[in-house]
T-cell receptor, first 114, second 115 residues
């Protein structure tokens, strides 16, 4: 009963390096999301996907790219990491329902950019 | 920008007491949700209340929603030390007929329950 799994759990990057965060869900959910959480703040939406092969920008998309080649996976890429991208990243998924439904979250990836 | 403001930012109580957290938001919504986050962990869904509902219960949780005031409250009754966590409200603004589940979160309330 894995739910939403994120890899890696921790990562330290140097400024300018690139990396990809992987999110996998086993609940056959259509919708997937990437959020970031900074100290003292709630989560902010980076990008989201409403189905395989589709992605869209959220509130804070700059500096990130995403891909959803398979329904169960949602990848978040940082092409050239910056210290401002130091954060905890959460992936979530949900299913289509009129007037919305709950989201299921992964355990997070703590990223430090030095 | 944050959709919601949560109040208080921090709350410290004794076991057995009730804890009340408030959330205000700015735009019309499809639903409002409350999540719990233990330190260093992911968010866990607690309860969802739709825009046409005024009150909802789940175990020791009671949520109210006042769409005219754009506000919600979460009441945890008979608190336990294990309830110590951060609590976030999240709004799903969606559109008039469908929601893609995009959530806008408040800053959260840190609840500490002392044994």
């Amino acid at each position: 009963n894995a739910g939403v799994t994120q890899t890696p759990k921790f990562r330290v990057l140097k400024t300018g390096q690139s990396m990809t965060l992987l999110c996998a869900q086993d609940m056959n959910h259509e919708y997937m999301y990437w959020y970031r959480q900074d100290p003292g703040m709630g989560l902010r939406l980076i990008h989201y996907s409403v189905g395989e092969g589709t992605t869209a920008k959220g509130e804070v998309p700059d500096g990130y790219n995403v891909s959803r080649l398979k329904k169960q996976n949602f990848l978040l890429g940082l092409e050239s990491a910056a210290p401002s991208q130091t954060s905890v990243y959460f992936c979530a998924s949900s299913y289509p329902k009129d007037r919305g439904t709950e989201a299921f979250f992964g355990q997070g990836t703590r990223l430090t950019v030095v | 920008s944050q959709q919601g403001e949560e109040d208080p930012q921090a709350l410290s109580i004794q076991e057995g007491e009730n804890a009340t957290m408030n959330c205000s938001y700015k735009t019309s919504i499809n639903n409002l949700q409350w999540y719990r986050q233990n330190s260093g962990r992911g968010l866990v869904h607690l309860i969802l209340i739709r825009s046409n509902e005024r009150e909802k219960h789940s175990g020791r949780l009671r949520v109210t929603l006042d769409t005219s005031k754009k506000s919600s409250s979460l009441l945890i009754t008979a608190s336990r030390a294990a309830d110590t966590a951060s609590y976030f409200c999240a709004t799903d603004a969606g559109g008039p007929s469908w929601s893609y589940g995009k959530l806008t979160f408040g800053q959260g309330t840190i609840l500490t329950v002392h044994p």
